[in-house]
């Protein structure tokens, strides 16, 4: 539930802030900031707005500035947005001075030695199962990833670093100065031809040599003796650039050995070998140039100008790689963006085209499989899709299905290539719904497995990848729907957690309801269960197929407790709610229906979504045992209409309360199965006959719950305390007239009869029901007198708050409870001679 797990980390971050305001004001600004379209060139703006204010404001700018620049080369994810989230932190005064407050705090704490109380215990030993959990599932990970590998040994260390004198670039023990020796002008032109071809080979000169690296992913430089001419050493530093591109480009070529560096990356690296074999061949043929005596430096100037551009790209592109370590789809993102830089240049782009096509061949046979097959093949993380998996399904927990279809698969962003990234749900899911139809022990029929492969033109890869999506969603939609029923589990679900199987709600309540009085750690959940199959059996249920897999279980914590929980009140207020589980409760209170689901339904009924139909089940019967209750009042109390006048009157006021409190709870029952199930469930079936993937059967099924839930006043923790505090107030009437039936009904009768003994028999029963309401609670009119003021002041702060809801969000079903409870204004009258009592106080005082 997305607006739940909203609340969830809305609600930490203002705990760790200190704040004590409401999650939900903040919740709806997201909603509207997520809402407003962005301009991807309106936020190039905003972000160099940002850094200009930013650098302004900072103490050294041109450090900021710098650091800056450096992780932009670096192509760090989500530069931009932090950017201006740092804007917006330094813009807000009061927000830097709440940072500095808190920063101060933790800094002081961290210094002074903590006390651990046994309050903290339950949370340590909390924090100590997870990180057990949590290296457990690392080295189980790291564990079956060994176990898979079953190719040969890989080369597991760089040979260049242990022997320097394999490498081509520039390799040397010592240090080397430029040789001194004078020679004459004439000669000095030939010996730096043969320099300068040997500097583009990798191999210092004589009078050329080349720096050390300050910086591994730098450009080289070189140093030229003094005693060269000034007019050679000019051209000599003119051609150099290309000895420093070709240094960088095989500085990556050898770096890039290890496994650990990708596929990817191994791949770009055999490209860029086939370049450098040919730049290797032009140096040859420059060297027999030169042997032939038809070389100068004019015309080697001018042979290696296509060369010095071709070298430049590809110098480029392994920098930005090495200084952003990048492998996997970051490394073809790169490519792609190169590509379009230098679009204006066809020999360029085609260059950029090639290197493109050759990297990309290992991740598109990782995307093809996935696509195809719904296997991942990633030894090295390098595939925008995840596989969270540890062990296999079979022996996971059925609670699992809930997590698994949201959690065993995510998409890496920083793993998406460009040119893939409009298309990451559509791949995403084609593999989710090929892995979910191979472990139902299904397969997709292709007509034609077209091979995957980088194009700049044409794409046809994504239209086959489209086309995979849709036999995939297809397949598995006909599994779910025609193979497994899901609309006949669903409907199964609705009759029993819905309280839309009338007749045997009646049978389960006449036959539990002894039992379910009980205290729930005195219930005997087998006698419980036999008691639901004999229900099932008695009524038009019988011929449900699945309503063997319906179950009892007793939860130890009230609905109120558990939606809070769920919505995550976790600042001051939760401590308050976590003390109700150590409150007992009764067994009504605590029962709820489970619901066996296999494989693969329990992908769409799955344990979140059996949590939220166990919460309204939890509210609706609860309110069913209610009206049963007040119910069996007014049958008692049937017999005072053979009372005297003068005796009914002594219960006119109770009688009025029953009533009113069986009118409340009717409509607040109508209220949520007639108007607020029936229509969510209409629209959800006419919803389901459209829908084309299981996501879209997700989305659907998950909006039906969510619309149930709020309208049924259960995500507002207002409404949902007034619903409990109105129940509460009713179960304590009903057990205050079952208790007290007895002595004044006793009484009455008795003083029907007329006779003096029986006068004084009534007297002595009166004073019996006198004695037993007297005393701490009072008599009963005033016992009465004290309910009805409970019910009457819980119910106008249902109603005023159903009001002040229908003013913010205009929720029109809401309004019509209003209008239900509060039909002939009584309860708005009595409302404002309460505001208007409340004023007069306040002007008094």
């Not at 242990?162 to 240090?175: I, L, Q």
């Not at 963006?337 to 020999?347: I, L, R, T, Y």
């Not at 006698?527 to 279980?553: F, N, Q, V």
């Not at 329990?602 to 089940?617: D, G, T, V």
Request: charged letters at 25%; proline letters at 3%.
């Amino acid at each position: 539930m997305s607006e739940f797990k909203q609340h969830y980390l809305v609600g930490e971050l203002l705990e760790l802030l200190g704040s004590t305001s409401s999650p939900e004001k903040f919740v709806e600004e997201l909603h509207k900031g997520t809402s407003r379209s962005s301009d991807p060139a309106l936020s190039n703006v905003v972000t160099q707005s940002c850094i200009r204010q930013l650098a302004n404001n900072s103490p050294n700018s041109d450090l900021f500035l710098m650091k800056y620049e450096e992780l932009k080369s670096k192509k760090v994810y989500l530069l931009e947005p932090f950017m201006q989230l740092l804007n917006l932190v330094s813009a807000d005064e009061n927000l830097k001075n709440c940072l500095a407050k808190n920063v101060s705090h933790t800094t002081a704490g961290n210094t002074q030695n903590f006390t651990i109380t046994r309050e903290d215990v339950p949370q340590i030993c909390k924090n100590v199962i997870k990180a057990a959990v949590e290296g457990e599932r690392k080295l189980n990970k790291h564990i079956s990833m060994s176990d898979k590998r079953i190719d040969p040994p890989l080369v597991s260390q760089n040979w260049i670093i242990d022997r320097p004198r394999f490498s081509w670039d520039f390799p040397s023990d010592v240090p080397i100065t430029p040789c001194q020796k004078v020679v004459p002008t004439a000669s000095q032109e030939t010996i730096l031809l043969w320099d300068i071809l040997s500097c583009l080979k990798g191999i210092d000169g004589s009078y050329i040599i080349s720096e050390p690296l300050a910086n591994p992913y730098d450009l080289r430089s070189f140093v030229i003796s003094q005693d060269v001419g000034t007019s050679f050493k000019q051209l000599a530093q003119q051609i150099l650039p290309l000895a420093s591109y070709y240094s960088m480009t095989v500085r990556f070529g050898e770096g890039k050995v290890l496994p650990e560096d990708g596929q990817v990356n191994h791949a770009l690296r055999g490209g860029l070998n086939c370049l450098l074999k040919d730049y290797l061949l032009f140096i040859v043929q420059l060297e027999a140039e030169h042997i032939r005596g038809k070389l100068n430096l004019q015309k080697l100037w001018f042979y290696i100008q296509p060369t010095m551009a071709t070298m430049s790209i590809l110098a480029h592109i392994t920098s930005t790689i090495c200084k952003a370590s990048a492998k996997g789809g970051k490394v073809l993102s790169l490519l792609y963006e190169q590509m379009n830089d230098v679009s204006g240049e066809a020999k360029s782009k085609e260059l950029c085209l090639f290197l493109i096509r050759a990297a990309s061949v290992p991740y598109m046979q990782t995307l093809e499989k996935w696509v195809y097959k719904g296997v991942i093949s990633d030894p090295y993380q390098e595939f925008l899709v995840e596989d969270n998996e540890l062990i296999q399904r079979e022996e996971l927990p059925v609670d699992y299905s809930a997590d698994y279809w949201e959690k065993r698969y995510a998409v890496r962003h920083e793993r998406i290539p460009v040119f893939l990234s409009e298309h990451a749900q559509t791949i995403l899911r084609t593999g989710k719904y090929l892995n979910v139809i191979r472990q139902c022990g299904k397969t997709v029929q292709w007509g034609r497995q077209e091979p995957l492969e980088y194009q700049y033109r044409g794409q046809k890869y994504i239209a086959a990848i489209d086309r995979a999506y849709s036999e995939a969603a297809r397949t598995l939609l006909e599994v779910l729907i025609h193979e497994n029923d899901l609309m006949g589990r669903l409907r199964s679900v609705k009759n029993y957690f819905l309280l839309a199987q009338g007749d045997f709600v009646v049978q389960f309540m006449n036959l539990c309801e002894g039992e379910l009085v009980k205290n729930m750690y005195d219930i005997v959940i087998h006698r419980l269960a036999s008691l639901l199959e004999l229900a099932l059996r008695m009524s038009t249920a019988d011929s449900d197929p699945y309503k063997d897999d319906l179950k009892p279980e007793l939860l130890p914590h009230d609905l109120e407790f558990q939606m809070f929980r769920i919505l995550s009140i976790q600042t001051r207020g939760e401590k308050a709610f976590s003390s109700q589980l150590d409150t007992t409760l009764t067994g009504l209170e605590a029962f709820v229906f489970n619901y066996d689901v296999k494989w693969p339904v329990s992908l769409i009924i799955n344990r979140n979504a059996i949590s939220c139909y166990q919460m309204i089940f939890r509210q609706l019967f609860y309110c069913k045992h209610i009206e049963r209750l007040l119910c069996r009042v007014w049958i008692s109390n049937k017999i005072a209409k053979t009372f005297t006048c003068e005796a009914a009157m002594a219960y006119r006021q109770a009688f009025s309360l029953r009533q009113r409190m069986l009118d409340c709870i009717q409509h607040l029952e109508y209220y949520m199965m007639v108007e607020v199930i029936e229509p969510n469930w209409l629209t959800f079936l006419n919803k389901m006959s459209k829908v084309s993937n299981v996501d879209d059967v997700l989305s659907v099924h998950q909006d039906l719950l969510d619309n149930c839930l709020k309208e049924c006043m259960l995500t507002d923790p207002g409404l949902l305390g007034c619903i409990t505090s109105l129940c509460a107030v009713c179960i304590e009437f009903c057990h205050f007239m079952q208790q007290m039936s007895r002595h004044y009904i006793d009484a009455e009768l008795t003083s029907m009869i007329g006779t003096r003994q029986d006068e004084v028999g009534d007297c002595d029963s009166k004073n019996e029901a006198e004695s037993v309401t007297e005393g701490k609670e009072g008599s009963f009119k005033e016992r009465i007198a004290r309910l009805d003021t409970g019910f009457m002041e819980t119910l106008v702060r249902l109603l005023d708050r159903i009001r002040d809801l229908g003013r913010e969000i205009d929720n029109e079903k809401l309004l019509n409870v209003l209008c239900r409870l509060d039909f002939n204004m009584f309860y708005t009258e009595t409302l404002s001679r309460q505001g208007t009592s409340t004023r007069q106080q306040d002007i008094s005082g």
